[in-house]
């Protein structure tokens, strides 16, 4: 927004903010919209092992959809960052790198949490949402309630015909690295029904899973 101020001095900037008619017109926020991919609120009553337990945010718009399409299915990089908000809350944000060699968003998600479940939940919403190649399609797309009643996802229909098996296997090898990351043989021990149990509730072919 602050674009067209780039090497200003410190008075005109003064009188930029001042002036917030010119600095914020609707078609200058209208490029800030975007899309709520899946919204949960947490049921604390749930398993620690459940994802119901978890609160989480999932946002992106047609762009980020669109380059995910493009650019995002053989490699993404995802990464969480905690200092960058004053509620300390994570916030996952997934990449894909364009044809410029730049990286470009595909999803943030905001959880109250950073484990296997919260990133596979912000996964599997950019998996349900990704556009297909067909350009005489509209891409039509539609909210559901979440089965437990606490939140809402967006679907879209065309996202089926588009195979990502590189988000059928990213949290396998995430639920992988949390176990082998595990201080302790103990926790190890520990962690290791959590790990099974989590690859058993993927929406994945028995054979994968083994």
Same mark, same amino acid.
């Given at each position: 927004?602050?674009?067209?101020?780039?090497?200003?001095? $410190?008075?005109?900037?003064? $009188? *930029? =903010?001042?002036?917030? +008619?010119? @600095?914020?017109?609707? +078609?200058? @926020?209208?490029?800030? @919209?975007?899309?709520?991919l899946?919204?949960?609120?947490?049921?604390?009553? &749930? &398993? $620690?092992? &459940?994802?119901e337990r978890f609160y989480q945010l999932t946002l992106s718009n047609q762009l980020w959809l669109k380059n995910a399409?493009?650019?995002?299915?053989?490699?993404?990089?995802?990464?969480?960052k905690y200092d960058l908000n004053s509620d300390r809350a994570p916030v996952l944000a997934v990449v894909a790198e364009n044809d410029a060699g730049f990286g470009t968003p595909l999803v943030f998600g905001l959880s109250n949490k950073e484990n296997?479940?919260?990133?596979?939940? *912000? @996964? +599997?919403? =950019?998996k349900n949402n990704i556009l297909?190649?067909? &350009?005489?399609?509209?891409?039509?797309?539609y909210y559901e309630d979440l089965p437990n009643e606490k939140g809402f996802q967006?679907?879209? $229909?065309?996202?089926?015909?588009?195979?990502?098996? =590189?988000?059928?296997?990213?949290?396998? *090898?995430?639920a992988f690295k949390i176990v082998g990351r595990s201080r302790s043989i103990e926790l190890a021990k520990e962690l290791g029904p959590l790990y099974s149990e989590f690859i058993n509730s993927l929406d994945i072919t028995q054979e994968l899973k083994n």
């Open positions: 927004m602050l674009a067209l101020y780039n090497g200003a001095n $410190e008075e005109d900037l003064q $009188e *930029a =903010l001042r002036n917030q +008619k010119e @600095l914020c017109e609707d +078609k200058k @926020l209208y490029r800030f @919209l975007g899309n709520v899946y919204y949960q609120q947490p049921n604390l009553s &749930s &398993s $620690e092992t &459940s994802s399409q493009r650019y995002g299915k053989y490699c993404i990089g995802v990464d969480s296997n479940w919260t990133t596979s939940i *912000a @996964l +599997k919403s =950019l297909c190649n067909d &350009s005489n399609c509209e891409h039509k797309w967006r679907i879209t $229909e065309c996202a089926k015909n588009h195979n990502w098996i =590189l988000l059928t296997r990213y949290p396998i *090898a995430l």
